[in-house]
């Protein structure tokens, strides 16, 4: 496939400075191969503009491989990292990943570096090792202080970093990406749906917490709620969380932002069969809490069950039941 015949990749989509400047990155991003770095939030669209520097660099023809970093001990992600060879590996959520994960990135990098250097003692195997793709949603310094990747590795090998922009920084594109999701989805249905100008002002106004995949999520709801061709005002509020609760969350108290969010998946949840909603809740809450004490402890488990109140077998159980590393033992003297 040929970069002019790629399909439009949607956290492209857009004419504000900062999508055309984004589109700029990517492109010369596309013509080199040293590893990448793509920072943004979550829903900004990371994973599709590395899908689409794959398909439109020279590696096009090999596998686009993609490896969650907290799931990535796994004998079925260790796998996929060599059907990447030749091709690219993304490696999504940094710095969740776990200790195997961090010492098969260093060899990947460590090799670059070797074949940068002119050491050809192993010419095939370095010839198929795959371009990699590195996603965060933090920026790099924090990236660094995980050690998913050493500091001095990545300064050999002058990994790329490119900022995706958030939608709430170029919220002009907001009206033209709604109108890409709509035509995508008409070409699913064979139903054409448009938007009237207040449902379009109400888009306009709400913050895009959730970015380019909420307003995505958003269009196609409501596009399905709507009885007619036009989507209505009273189709997008039936999606949106209420006006009132559209406050930046860091102006929110803990337990305010979290009553928030709960509001807002119940919402997208009614009409569907519920069950087991407590221990979806919590294991989402607990998951995060559990691995951002350990990140903070620098995975010293005595420090971390001090810092939660409770006892360091009850958190290697939670460890264990949310399917989290621990990052090894804390050390003897601690």
Not at 86 to 106: C, E, I, M
Request: aromatic share 2%; net charge neutral; with cysteine.
């Amino acid at each position: 496939m040929k970069p002019s015949s790629l399909p439009l990749c949607i956290a492209l989509v857009g004419e504000e400075p900062a999508t055309q400047r984004l589109r700029e990155q990517v492109s010369q991003a596309a013509l080199v191969e040293t590893p990448l770095l793509l920072e943004g939030e979550r829903g900004s669209g990371r994973e599709h503009i590395g899908r689409h520097i794959h398909a439109s660099s020279v590696r096009r023809a090999g596998a686009f491989i993609r490896i969650d970093a907290e799931y990535a001990d796994t004998e079925r992600a260790i796998g996929k990292l060599k059907r990447a060879h030749g091709g690219t590996l993304l490696v999504k959520d940094l710095p969740y990943g776990s200790a195997r994960l961090r010492r098969v990135l260093q060899e990947l990098l460590e090799r670059r570096c070797h074949e940068q250097a002119g050491d050809r003692s192993e010419p095939e195997a370095v010839v198929a090792l795959p371009r990699l793709i590195l996603t965060s949603d933090v920026e790099l310094p924090r990236l660094l202080e995980s050690g998913v990747v050493a500091a001095e590795l990545l300064g050999l090998h002058q990994v790329t970093r490119l900022r995706i922009p958030a939608l709430r920084e170029r919220a002009g594109d907001v009206p033209l990406l709604a109108e890409h999701f709509l035509s995508l989805l008409a070409e699913q249905l064979g139903q054409t749906r448009r938007l009237c100008a207040r449902a379009v002002d109400q888009l306009l106004r709400y913050s895009w917490p959730g970015n380019v995949a909420e307003l995505r999520d958003v269009i196609n709801r409501s596009a399905l709620r709507s009885r007619g061709s036009t989507i209505e005002l009273s189709d997008i509020e039936a999606v949106l969380p209420p006006l009132q609760e559209r406050v930046p969350l860091e102006q929110l108290s803990l337990e305010e932002t979290v009553r928030v969010k709960l509001r807002a998946l119940l919402q997208r949840l009614e009409g569907y069969p519920i069950a087991d909603l407590y221990e979806e809740v919590l294991s989402h809450v607990e998951r995060p809490l559990l691995k951002e004490v350990l990140f903070r402890t620098s995975g010293n488990q005595l420090r971390a069950a001090a810092m939660l109140g409770i006892n360091r077998n009850t958190l290697r159980k939670k460890l264990r039941e949310r399917g989290i590393d621990s990052e090894g033992e804390p050390d003897a003297r601690d």
